[in-house]
C-alpha cells in the first residue's frame, strides 16, 4: 500500500491541463458499515473499522482542502452505513439539483437528506426524481454533456429526465459487469474532454460510443479498475484517485493518491464519497 504522498509531491503536468476550484460535498463515515451486500465488493461478514474509515476519509478531505476546494458537510444519520458514499445523492449542474432515487430500499432515505442539504444551502432549484438515478454514481458530467451509466443502477428512463432537467444532452452508456456497477467505477472524466475507462465493462455499442467520443481516452488497465482505480476525483488538473491503482498513475495528468481500503468494503473509492456542488 502506497503511503499517502506529501502535498508537494502532487504532481503538475504541462500543456491545458487547468485546475478549477471545486465545491464538494461529503459526509463522514461516523455509521459506515457493511450490513447488506448491493454489489459484490460487499461482504457483510467482513468487518469494517470505523475508526480506520475515519482517518482515511479525513485524508481525502484534506487532500482536496489542500488542493484549493471547498468542502460542505452532509450530517451521517444512523442507520444509513452507504452514506458516506454522498456521489449518489444528487448530480448537480449550474445550480439545478436533480436529486436521487435509489434502486435499493436500504438506501432509499439518502435521497430526501441530501434534498434537505441543498434546500437549506440555499438551491431553490432541487427535483425530486420519478425514475431510479443514483447521482453522480452514474451521472458524470464531462463539458456540455452528461456521461450516463445504466445496466445495474440507473434506469435508462432517468437519463431523459437528466436531459429535462439538467438541459444537458445525455450519453448513455451500458454496464455489463457487476463489480462496476455504477458508471464512476468504470470511468473517470479527467477534464471536459478527457476520460479514463475499462472497455470491458461496457457493452460493444457502448464502447463504440467511446472511441468515437473520446479518440484521446485512458484506456484503463483491468487490474487498476480492479481496485477501483476509476473511481477518480479531477479538478482538471490534479486526479484525487485510490493509492492501489498505481498503473494509473501514468496518466498524463497530475496526481495525488488516497488510500481509503475501509471504504473500498462497501464498494467505494475517492468518487463515490465525493459529490461535486457545481453551483
Ligand atoms: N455500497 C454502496 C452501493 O452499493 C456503494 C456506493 C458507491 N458509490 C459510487 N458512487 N459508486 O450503493
Redesign the pocket.
Known amino acids: 500500500m502506497t503511503a499517502v504522498l506529501p502535498r508537494s509531491s502532487v504532481a503538475v503536468a504541462p500543456g491545458r491541463w487547468t485546475a478549477t476550484r471545486r465545491h464538494y460535498l461529503m459526509c463522514p463515515p461516523t455509521y459506515v458499515a ?1 450490513d447488506y451486500a ?2 459484490p ?2 461482504v457483510p461478514s467482513a468487518p469494517v473499522d470505523r475508526h480506520r474509515a475515519r482517518r482515511q476519509w479525513e485524508t481525502l478531505r484534506r487532500t482536496y482542502c489542500e488542493l484549493g476546494h471547498r468542502v460542505s458537510l452532509l450530517d451521517p444519520l444512523p442507520g444509513l ?2 452514506m458516506v ?1 454522498t ?2 445523492g444528487a448530480t448537480v449542474v449550474d445550480g439545478v439539483v436533480l436529486g436521487a432515487r ?3 430500499p436500504e ?1 432509499a432515505a439518502e435521497a430526501a437528506a441530501h434534498r434537505d442539504w441543498f434546500r437549506t444551502a440555499g438551491f431553490t432549484r432541487v427535483t425530486e426524481p420519478v425514475f431510479v438515478n ?5 451521472l458524470l458530467v464531462a463539458g456540455d454533456v452528461v456521461l450516463a451509466g445504466t445496466g445495474f ?1 440507473t434506469d435508462p428512463r432517468a437519463h431523459t429526465e437528466a436531459t429535462r432537467v439538467l438541459g444537458r444532452s445525455v450519453v448513455t452508456l451500458e454496464l455489463v459487469d457487476p463489480r462496476y ?5 468504470a470511468l473517470a472524466v479527467l477534464d471536459p474532454t478527457t476520460i479514463g475507462y475499462l472497455p470491458e465493462a461496457f457493452t460493444a455499442a457502448s464502447q463504440s460510443v467511446l472511441r468515437e467520443r473520446f479518440p484521446g481516452a485512458i484506456v484503463a488497465d483491468p487490474a487498476d479498475a480492479a481496485v ?1 482505480g476509476l ?1 477518480a476525483v479531477s479538478d482538471g488538473r490534479h486526479v484525487v484517485l485510490p493509492a492501489q491503482a498505481s498503473g494509473l498513475a501514468a496518466a498524463p495528468a497530475g496526481r495525488g493518491f488516497v488510500p481509503i481500503p475501509e471504504l473500498l468494503k ?4 475517492p ?3 465525493t459529490l461535486e456542488v457545481r453551483a
Do not use: I, Q, S
Open positions: 457493511v448491493v454489489n465488493w460487499m452505513p452507504d458514499y456521489a449518489n435509489f434502486r435499493h438506501r443514483e447521482g453522480e454514481g452514474d443502477r456497477y455504477h458508471l464512476d467505477t477501483l473511481n462497501g464498494g467505494g473509492g468518487k463515490c464519497c
